[in-house]
């Protein structure tokens, strides 16, 4: 009886955490960096856009992150994307370590660290046509100045 009961308060102490995960980073606010409009099939391939990583919000982990990571609470780039037969690749290619968390055109998020060594990728290999929200994150409350973010239809680290 003990043993359930461990596991429902832990789950029961878990959903606050989530809803707060879910409110730390906003994707109604403007992006720090930009945006960009693309549809399948662009060029040049890739897209970059070059930024620094890192925030003050607190991201515990979940959805492919380990652990805690800290990015910023409005986007850093937004992509508008218009889909065709192609998959869509988000990577980075960062001086220090970085975590890359998207919430994609149905609400879903997603987070990835150390993809190739220290750098973040996530691949949408039916991705949708709609709004990409991505956020450059850090593990130690820093900031990685000189973070590119790839965009890519010709796979992860292809260039």
């Known amino acids: 009886m003990k043993k359930y009961l461990k596991y429902a308060l832990a789950a029961a102490l878990s959903l606050p955490l989530i809803a707060t995960i879910a409110t730390a980073q906003n994707y109604n606010l403007r992006p720090s960096y930009g945006s960009v409009t693309l549809q399948a099939g662009f060029m040049p391939d890739p897209r970059t856009r070059s930024m620094r990583a890192g925030g003050d919000q607190y991201f515990s982990g979940g959805g492919g992150?380990?652990?805690?990571?800290?990015?910023?609470?409005?986007?850093?780039?937004?992509?508008?994307?218009?889909?065709?037969?192609?998959?869509?690749?988000?990577?980075?290619?960062?001086?220090?370590?970085?975590?890359?968390?998207?919430?994609?055109?149905?609400?879903?998020?997603?987070?990835?660290?150390?993809?190739?060594?220290?750098?973040?990728?996530?691949?949408?290999?039916?991705?949708?046509?709609?709004?990409?929200?991505?956020?450059?994150?850090?593990?130690?409350?820093?900031?990685?100045?000189?973070?590119?973010?790839?965009?890519?239809?010709?796979?992860a680290f292809s260039r």
Do not use: K
Not at 72 to 101: C, E, I, S, W
Not at 130 to 139: C, K, N, R
């Open 65 to 155: 992150c380990p652990g805690g990571a800290w990015f910023a609470n409005a986007p850093d780039y937004r992509v508008h994307y218009r889909a065709g037969g192609y998959a869509l690749t988000f990577y980075v290619r960062a001086p220090g370590d970085t975590a890359m968390l998207i919430n994609d055109p149905t609400g879903t998020w997603y987070c990835n660290d150390d993809y190739q060594g220290l750098n973040p990728a996530l691949v949408f290999n039916n991705p949708r046509s709609g709004q990409y929200d991505v956020w450059l994150g850090t593990y130690n409350r820093s900031r990685v100045n000189n973070s590119v973010l790839y965009i890519t239809e010709l796979g």
